[in-house]
């Protein structure tokens, strides 16, 4: 039997057994055919529910999250302090894949979710999907499918178990179970009506289309180790063939799996993020919505006086097939789309991703690993930025033929109103200097992934890019 790592390695570069890409893009727009769907904003001080007693809005049993106001001060950029809404869900939930083997290939259960911001209504998300106010069923609701796969009620091997930070600048140090459990392949697993098997291959090119692989399956893909091989080690390997070459130095597969032609080492990758963690500073203060400077509650919604950043709004939704069909609840509106990428550059022969460390109000230990750029709040477009962004114009001015990978992707739908962000990799060359600015960092992808394995260490915009990676070009 292969070990774990080379099972997932041969499932992120085959193209299923059971169901083809294009018949699973068929299937999910069936689906959105046959759904019952129906969104309407609502003023936040109607929420059902829903209360904005004690200056916050909350659920009116407590749990769920909360909307509150939160005063920021830092040393980390150019804005020493700001105030801000942010969502306060303090609840770990469930983010979890069941994979089975099917004719010696790992394939995932992906379920057909529909959320209430997403951009093309279904999407196709984790088998398990869960906050823990959901799977212990507050709303009353049924108990959400194949739960019983990752509470330890059934036999299952667990293959990836992490917690994972969400967007940090928008939810208040919140955490999810990233989790992948293996039922064993003679095991009849049923199959429910929204489900679908497909290889990690098969969902890695979903991700070149927008808007149908959701955040929360990108952040549990993006946790897997494919292995840590030296060069002598690839060449072996490639007598597999698995399609293609290992060794072939111009894939990202390379950067994947080498453990040799580092930039820096991980020792000194450490050294810089400590020292970035010690130098950097960062208060956050609980306060009241009606406290907030630059925002205005009334009743209505919450937005900046200048109606930028984004706002917090009100819906009343009904969904047909979810574990609870109708309810009202806030949502986070982005003001406008944002744009998040790496930059990528061959140093020792082999491919190394330019890093940043970003400081976010939300983050659980001041700074973690975002990509090159990350502009998710503020208007990154030439003219109409409020600061300069390092790196931007070889994002805006990248050649054709330097860009890697672009689309548009969007974020959560249970949190945020129909919000996508252009996701997009770009390759420099010689004239790009190897020397960078303090908080950024050359890293390959097998020391991303080293890192990912660990908790708070790579934000969500880099996992979710890191998703996304083809292994060859």
């Known amino acids: 039997m292969l070990n774990p790592q080379l099972n997932f390695l041969i499932s992120a570069i085959h193209r299923g057994c059971c169901m083809s890409t294009k018949d699973i893009l068929l299937w999910m727009k069936r689906k959105n055919d046959e759904i019952c769907y129906h969104l309407q904003q609502i003023p936040l001080q109607n929420l059902k529910d829903w209360t904005d007693k004690n200056d916050k809005i909350s659920h009116s049993t407590g749990k769920f999250f909360s909307i509150q106001g939160i005063r920021v001060s830092t040393n980390y950029g150019l804005v020493p302090q700001w105030d801000q809404p942010i969502i306060n869900q303090p609840e770990i939930g469930f983010l979890g894949f069941i994979v089975q083997r099917k004719q010696n290939v790992l394939h995932f259960l992906l379920q057909a979710k529909i959320e209430p911001g997403n951009l093309n209504v279904i999407q196709l998300s984790p088998t398990l999907q869960a906050t823990r106010s959901n799977y212990t069923r507050v709303h009353k609701g049924r108990s959400p499918l194949y739960l019983e796969y990752f509470t330890g009620e059934k036999k299952v091997e667990i293959l990836v178990d992490q917690l994972q930070s969400e967007q940090g600048a928008r939810f208040y140090q919140k955490r999810n179970r990233n989790i992948i459990v293996e039922v064993d392949e003679n095991e009849e697993l049923p199959v429910y009506e929204n489900f679908v098997w497909a290889s990690l291959g098969q969902i890695k090119e979903l991700l070149t289309y927008p808007n ?80 907030m400077n630059n925002w205005i509650y009334d009743g209505n919604v919450i937005e900046h006086k200048d109606k930028k950043y984004f706002s917090v709004i009100g819906v009343d939704v009904s969904i047909g097939n979810r574990e609870v ?70 994002f805006l001015n990248a050649d054709i033929k330097d860009i890697w990978y672009q689309t548009y992707q969007s974020e959560e739908g249970g949190r945020f109103f129909k919000e996508q962000n252009l996701n997009i990799i770009v390759e420099v060359h010689d004239d790009f200097s190897v020397e960078v600015e303090e908080n950024y960092c050359w890293m390959t992808l097998n020391q991303m992934l080293r890192l990912v394995n660990y908790n708070n260490f790579l934000n969500i915009a880099a996992r979710s890019l890191l998703s996304a990676v083809q292994f060859y070009k």
């Not at 406008?336 to 890093?355: S, T």
């Not at 970003?358 to 208007?379: H, M, R, S, W, Y």
């Open 325 to 394: 069909t109708h309810w009202d609840q806030p949502m986070v509106k982005a003001a406008q789309e944002g744009i998040m990428g790496f930059l990528v550059k061959k140093i020792n022969g082999i491919y190394h991703f330019l890093v940043q460390a970003k400081l976010e109000c939300g983050n659980f230990d001041i700074v973690e690993l975002a990509p090159t750029v990350q502009c998710l709040t503020g208007n990154y477009r030439n003219g109409q930025n409020e600061y300069s962004i390092p790196y931007i114009d070889n």
């Open 212 to 291: 149908v692989i959701n955040m929360d399956t990108r952040t549990v893909i993006s946790c897997i180790q494919y292995g840590n091989y030296s060069e002598k080690d690839l060449q072996l390997l490639s007598v597999f063939r698995l399609d293609t070459n290992l060794g072939h130095s111009d894939s990202f597969l390379y950067s994947v799996l080498s453990s040799d032609n580092h930039y820096n080492t991980m020792n000194s990758i450490i050294r810089w993020l400590t020292s970035l963690k010690f130098k950097y500073e960062l208060n956050v203060d609980k306060i009241g919505l009606s406290e």
